[in-house]
Nanobody
Framework: VQLQASGGGLVQAGGSLRLSCAAS????????MGWFRRSPGKEREFIGR????????GHADSVKGRFTIFRDNAKNTVYLQMNSLKPEDTAVYYC?????????????????WGQGTLVTVSS
């Protein structure tokens, strides 16, 4: 499966952005999907995960209540709605696909990755 992330940009603190990740190739609904981010000088950080059907989601404590992951299997797309953005949310955001069904926040468990989209939050 090929993944294409988009929707990043520059936003003021307190603002919102919605990231999209479009999938092509093999059946999108066969994959659980995750979002990660990497800030300068930091390791890749888990943001959230959504099950194949979209019925189960999980979010990192750092974004819980502000970010929401959801998907539309008919459109082969997973989204990350980001609200109440903070300067510390500045990072390159990546979507990733996992053929497994076990909930995991480890990047090594995700087989396919998008190219990343940059989010910059100004104070």
């Amino acid at each position: 499966v090929q993944l294409q992330a988009s929707g990043g940009g520059l936003v003021q603190a307190g603002g919102s952005l919605r990231l999209s990740c479009a999938a092509s190739g093999r059946a999108f609904s066969n994959y659980a999907m995750g979002w990660f981010r990497r800030s300068p000088g930091k390791e890749r950080e888990f943001i959230g995960r959504i099950s194949r059907s979209g019925g189960i989601t999980g979010h990192a404590d750092s974004v819980k209540g502000r970010f929401t992951i959801f998907r539309d299997n008919a459109k082969n797309t997973v989204y990350l709605q980001m609200n109440s953005l903070k300067p510390e949310d500045t990072a390159v955001y990546y979507c990733a696909a996992d053929t497994g069904t076990i909930y995991t926040y480890s990047p090594s468990s995700y087989e396919y990755w998008g190219q990343g989209t940059l989010v910059t939050v100004s104070s």
